[in-house]
RNA sequence: GGUCCCGUAGUUCAAUGGAUAGAAUAGAAGUUUCCUAAACUUUAGAUGCAGGUUCGAUUCCUGCCGGGACUACCA
């Protein structure tokens, strides 16, 4: 993208230590000080945007000062106003709606917060805090191949990651696998039934989707076996536990325990033919893992933290052997952390790792991307980790996010209505070529190109429908529309910025012709201001995002700005050779929109094309 | 039953306690000799119900009604 230094030339003061609107905090803080010597907390003065149908940029709000002021609001925020508007150089006018004070900014100091930020090449990075953040997503089942609502998983805790990453965290991202367990030994039980060594090139599937495969074959004889154990007077759940399939899985998974060769030496195979899926799938939604952890090898960790809880009386024995955490005080349960049999449940192993990780990667803080419903989970795991008196524990922080359902209702894998993730990544691809073509905008483009820009336009636009959301929210997923590439879409926000990067390729060959004088710009317009404004408030945006846990925060923003800018530009000409001036000004202003339209697109993972 | 989450235009989503509740879609009507019409402009349409807190409530509190999750010696 273009750097705009050498078309963006005129007199500037000195490099500005304060954003434009710290320099107004500071002068309404300022201005109490001296009208009535009371000194504003910084954290209660909310500057807020001034709405569309007044006069003006920022908005102090002056109803919670009255028993400062005592005066009326109108006659307060008159006084107030007087007051910036002679002693702050970036105000230039006011005024006074209710108890709305509207500041009116001058167009020099625009100007110049657009400046600064052409200036700052790292802008919309935060200087680096020096805390480690882990960031633990995806966690798949490798018994079956990734849906949609992996997808939401992995896009949230890759954007969150990207998201604290930009605001100066060192971020760790990792998957801890669950690669071990009853679910595992019944797709090898039904392979080794019925799959007659059957490999993923002879089957002619990624390695995930044949063992997925296999899970459905287990699950439809189970569901038989059962049917008749029902069919011959047996209790239903008494027939659940006892059909063959679900006994021989059983006794799989002890096998398995005991590390028996031929078991072991299956497991390793198909568990490969997986990974080997999972990567392919990985790769193709732009998603890398700086650590892998296996629950295989961290199954049984954990126990000697039970011994430590008990020391410690945080936990405490039933007379059936079993251990218990007592979180009635939390308002919580009672809740089990090993079994009478002394083998490891879900919680501890869930604390082994928490040590095991904090070990490998001092966090100050964990995030744990996974779905709403062990909301509770993760409550009693934090607790569990607090009494224990672990420091990190504080850090932990359960980013929960609500299912994906579907218009026919929640996705269910035994009834088949799961939206299988690779089969939607290459439903994508494929609309956003077929989209594309009949455009007619693909005339240009060699075909290499044109494929890489399908792939950015269809993952771009999943991606950006599920991260759009407030995460913490139930969504719908409408397959008609996540495939749309009009209205509040990341196509649309991919257009802008290829719009823009157009404009860019006909700046530069404009290029002798664009210096302007910043003096000779006497008048921005209002939509022009709105826009340096939303500019100026990125990195607001992006501390916000990662203070909330959420990349829709960002989602909004990007989409906010590309439609200000198509609004805008739509209908004034900016290339005016009578007016070099603001043309430069103007192109400038572009550039910077699409640097951070960039920007904010690759926080959540998207990327953004040239052209298009 | 208990705990937690969610109820906003026909639909999908917004709104640190702030001004006349914003968008997008679907509906109606327009805009391409000019940088990219995957765009833009105009139009119509909503806070589940009842109280409370205050200058001001979609937001906070209480109750009710609706939807969902959790509530296993499953993971």
Not at 301 to 315: A, P, R, S, T
């Amino acid at each position: 993208m273009y750097d705009g230094r050498n078309i963006f030339t005129y007199p500037y003061p000195q490099r500005l230590q304060m954003s434009l609107e710290d320099k107004l905090k500071k002068g309404i803080t300022d201005a109490f000080n001296a009208i009535y010597q009371f000194e504003i907390s910084a954290a209660d003065l909310a500057l807020q945007p001034t709405r569309k149908e007044f006069e003006g940029a920022y908005t102090f709000v002056i109803f919670p000062y009255l028993k400062v002021t005592k005066a009326n609001p109108e006659t307060s925020g008159k006084r107030l106003g007087e007051w910036l508007q002679a002693n702050v150089a970036e105000v230039e006018g006011f005024n006074v709606v209710k108890g709305f004070v509207n500041l009116e900014i001058s167009h020099k100091a625009w100007i110049y917060a657009l400046k600064e930020i052409i200036d700052q090449s790292e802008f919309g990075t935060l200087p680096a805090k020096n805390e480690k953040v882990m960031v633990e997503f995806s966690s798949p089942n490798t018994n079956k191949p990734l849906h949609l609502g992996h997808l939401r998983n992995n896009f949230l805790g890759d954007s969150i990651a990207r998201i604290f990453d930009a605001c100066g965290y060192e971020v760790m991202k990792v998957n801890l696998v669950n690669d071990r367990g009853i679910h595992i030994c019944k797709s090898m039980l039904a392979y080794q039934k019925y799959g007659n060594g059957e490999t993923p090139e002879q089957a002619g599937l990624k390695g995930d989707h044949l063992i997925g495969k296999y899970y459905v074959k287990f699950d439809e004889a189970y569901r038989k076996e059962i049917a008749e154990l029902v069919a011959s007077g047996v209790d239903a759940e008494k027939a659940k536990k006892e059909a063959s399939s679900i006994v021989e899985a059983q006794e799989m998974l002890k096998k398995w325990e005991d590390q028996d060769p031929e078991t072991v030496a299956l497991w390793t195979q198909m568990n490969e033919w997986v990974y080997q899926g999972f990567d392919r799938t990985y790769e193709r939604m732009g998603i890398t893992f700086d650590k892998m952890y296996k629950e295989s090898q961290t199954y049984l960790l954990g126990k000697g933290i039970v011994e430590e809880g008990l020391e410690k009386e945080v936990f405490f024995r039933k007379e059936n052997r079993s251990v218990w955490v007592d979180l009635t005080e939390e308002g919580m349960d009672e809740k089990l952390v090993l079994r009478g049999d002394g083998t490891a449940v879900y919680m501890t192993q869930d604390m082994g790792t928490s040590d095991m990780k904090h070990q490998d990667f001092p966090f100050d803080k964990n995030i744990f991307v996974v779905g709403n419903e062990q909301d509770y989970h993760f409550k009693v795991l934090f607790s569990i980790m607090k009494k224990l008196g672990r420091a990190y524990a504080s850090g932990m922080h359960h980013l929960s996010y609500g299912m994906v359902d579907l218009p026919t209702g929640k996705m269910k894998s035994r009834e088949g209505t799961v939206v299988d993730a690779d089969d939607l990544l290459q439903e994508m691809f494929d609309t956003a070529k077929a989209h594309t073509e009949a455009l007619g905008k693909i005339e240009n483009m060699e075909l290499e190109e044109a494929n890489k820009l399908y792939e950015m336009l269809g993952i771009g636009a999943l991606k950006y429908f599920l991260l759009k959301v407030d995460p913490k929210k139930r969504m719908l997923f409408k397959p008609q529309e996540s495939i749309q590439f009009q209205g509040h879409t990341g196509p649309f926000i991919q257009y802008t910025h290829a719009r823009i990067a157009a404009i860019m390729r006909r700046a530069r060959a404009l290029e002798s012709s664009l210096d302007f004088d910043a003096e000779k710009i006497s008048i921005l317009d209002r939509r022009e201001s709105e826009l340096i404004y939303r500019v100026t408030d990125f990195e607001k945006v992006i501390a916000e995002a990662a203070r909330e846990y959420s990349p829709s925060i960002i989602a909004q923003y990007a989409f906010d700005l590309a439609k200000d800018y198509n609004g805008f530009y739509q209908e004034v000409p900016i290339f005016n050779e009578e007016n070099k001036d603001l043309m430069a000004f103007r192109i400038c202003l572009s550039m910077v929109t699409a640097r951070v339209l960039s920007r904010s697109m690759g926080l959540l993972g998207i990327d953004v094309p040239e052209r298009m």
